[in-house]
């Protein structure tokens, strides 16, 4: 099993920035694809970025050119770097490891942008 620990959330003003951070323990080897998601009230959640084991990576239309995601092998750690925070970007993020036919999510971590 993987397991999933997210951090880096917190109040950010608009137009500020934050990173979060990923770290995954476990069965690592078994992970082929790591995704950010944000979970906003009374909305589907939305998947943000994702990175593959090579570093190939996609992003959301809504934070294309303003969130990197990225990944640390060495660190067993995944980033997600947001720049030019807005509004519409408030929510949980939530880390998820997809492998081997399955995958596994963290427990969140709350992005707030006020302003």
């Known amino acids: 099993q993987v397991h999933l620990v997210e951090s880096g959330g917190g109040v950010v003003q608009a137009g500020g920035s934050l990173t979060l951070s990923c770290a995954a323990s476990?069965?690592?080897?078994?992970?082929?694809?790591m995704a950010w998601y944000r979970q906003t009230p009374g909305k589907q959640r939305e998947l943000v970025a994702t990175?593959?084991?090579?570093?190939?990576?996609r992003y959301a239309e809504s934070v294309k050119d303003r969130f990197t995601i990225s990944r640390n092998n060495a660190k067993n750690t995944t980033y997600l770097q947001m720049t030019r925070l807005e509004n519409e970007d408030t929510g949980v993020y939530l880390c998820?490891?997809?492998?081997?036919?399955?995958?596994?999510r963290g427990q969140g971590t709350q992005v707030a942008v006020s302003g």
């Open positions: 990175i593959t084991a090579s570093g190939r990576t």
């Open positions: 998820y490891a997809i492998g081997d036919g399955s995958y596994r």
């Open positions: 476990g069965n690592i080897g078994s992970i082929d694809v």
